[in-house]
């Protein structure tokens, strides 16, 4: 079973995943300094995949980066990831 949440600031950041999707580590801080990064992890298990949200308006959320593990690859998780992204942006500013 996966499950996402969002990574806690004191947590470092899975930049091996981040960086598959965004080559400049600078920008990928940038833009995860500032909106919610979500990670989704097999039940005791590994980091799988990442998404990073950033709020652009009151109604509008861009997803920033969008990585899944290589060796989960083609087996739906991105798409697991995109439909979390749509419902955690419904919810406005709430965080998880």
Not at 40 to 60: F, H, K, M
Request: charged content about 20%.
């Amino acid at each position: 079973m996966m499950k996402f949440r969002q990574l806690q600031v004191s947590e470092p950041l899975p930049m091996d995943l981040l960086l598959e999707a965004d080559p400049s580590e600078q920008l990928v801080r940038a833009y995860c300094a500032s909106g919610w990064c979500v990670v989704a992890e097999e039940r005791n298990g590994p980091t799988i995949g990442v998404y990073v949200l950033l709020s652009l308006s009151e109604t509008t959320v861009e997803i920033k980066n969008i990585a899944v593990a290589e060796s989960v690859r083609g087996m739906g998780y991105g798409l697991w990831a995109a439909a979390s992204s749509a419902c955690f942006g419904r919810i406005g500013t709430a965080r998880f």
